[in-house]
């Protein structure tokens, strides 16, 4: 299967091109969606878009304690 689980928790799969699944991903603070749009737009595998992605990991983890 190609993509990958939802870094939300939920255990669903995400299709390429997706970081989280719809309800994970509004789970996830306006800011923190808003940076990895920005990041993926000015490049997709670029520090920044990395820096967001680590950033709403964290945020997952967090949420789940």
Do not use: K, N
């Not at 939300?8 to 603070?29: I, N, Q």
């Not at 490049?43 to 990395?50: K, N, V």
Request: contains cysteine; proline residues 6%.
């Amino acid at each position: 299967m190609i993509g990958h689980v939802c870094p939300g928790g939920c255990g669903r799969h995400v299709t390429p091109g997706r970081f989280a699944c719809r309800s994970c991903w509004y789970r996830l603070p306006a800011a923190i969606r808003t940076a990895i749009w920005a990041g993926y737009r000015a490049a997709p595998l670029g520090g920044a878009h990395r820096a967001a992605m680590a950033d709403a990991r964290d945020f997952y983890q967090q949420e789940a304690q």
